[in-house]
């Protein structure tokens, strides 16, 4: 977990809420567009991004018979811990630097 000196207190405060849609499959989009001016909600919905385009290659992956079935049930669950695992942070203000998932939201410049 990234600790809360990165980010303003203040900052966490105000937007946790919105910031915790982002881990809502499409609601990534609510705080990237609303909130551009929160460090905060701008790097939760980095990440919300990233699990957005990994879930739409699960889905994608799905139609491969049956290996694809059981990629796309184990990443569906996981992709669906991890997503609980991260709403529930943010809503208590916190931020998670998701392992593989973070360092691929960096490369989103918003």
Do not use: T
């Not at 915790?20 to 909600?41: E, G």
């Not at 997503?83 to 691929?104: N, T």
């Amino acid at each position: 977990m990234e600790e809360l000196k990165d980010f303003d207190p203040r900052d966490v405060e105000e937007n946790k809420v919105i910031a915790s849609l982002s881990y809502i499959s499409i609601l990534f989009l609510i705080p990237l567009l609303v909130k551009r001016d929160s460090k905060f909600c701008i790097e939760h919905a980095k990440q919300g991004l990233v699990l957005f385009i990994f879930g739409i290659a699960l889905s994608i992956i799905v139609y491969i018979p049956i290996l694809g079935w059981i990629i796309g049930l184990l990443g569906g669950i996981v992709l669906f811990v991890v997503s609980l695992i991260s709403f529930i942070y943010a809503l208590q203000g916190k931020f998670w630097k998701i392992p593989i998932v973070y360092d691929l939201a960096q490369n989103f410049k918003f």
